[in-house]
């Protein structure tokens, strides 16, 4: 098993920036990619980012890419999502996942986090 925790959510202005970390525990050897999807309130679910286990290989979805930033400390063992130039339209609780390189197209792996919170206002 692996256990996925977020943490870093909250209230921010527009404009603004929130950092999310994905700490990450278990059988981790077996993950090949790491990601973060969110979900509006009454909206699907969307793919924002995803980087490789080795942190060399960097995917965005095209409305976050430039504003937003996937990394990771294997060290720590914490994938992070800097968020840069917030807007309302982020307002969202935002998923970390964990599974194989599909994360990459928007198809999300076995393992998820409990979410956080984000919510810019205007």
């Known amino acids: 098993q692996v256990q996925l925790v977020e943490s870093g959510g909250g209230l921010v202005q527009a404009g603004g920036s929130l950092r999310l970390s994905c700490a990450t525990s278990?059988?981790?050897?077996?993950?090949?990619?790491m990601g973060w999807f969110r979900q509006a309130p009454g909206k699907e679910r969307e793919f924002v980012a995803a980087i490789s286990w080795s942190g060399r290989h960097t995917y965005y979805a095209g409305s976050m890419k430039g504003r937003f930033t996937i990394s990771r400390d294997n060290a720590k063992n914490t994938v992070y999502l800097q968020m840069n130039s917030l807007k309302p339209e982020d307002t969202a609780v935002y998923y970390c996942?964990?599974?194989?390189?599909?994360?990459?197209?928007?198809?999300?792996?076995?393992?998820w986090g409990q979410g956080t919170q984000v919510t810019v206002s205007s």
């Open positions: 278990g059988r981790t050897f077996s993950l090949n990619t």
């Open positions: 996942n964990a599974g194989q390189a599909g994360i990459r197209l928007g198809k999300p792996g076995d393992y």
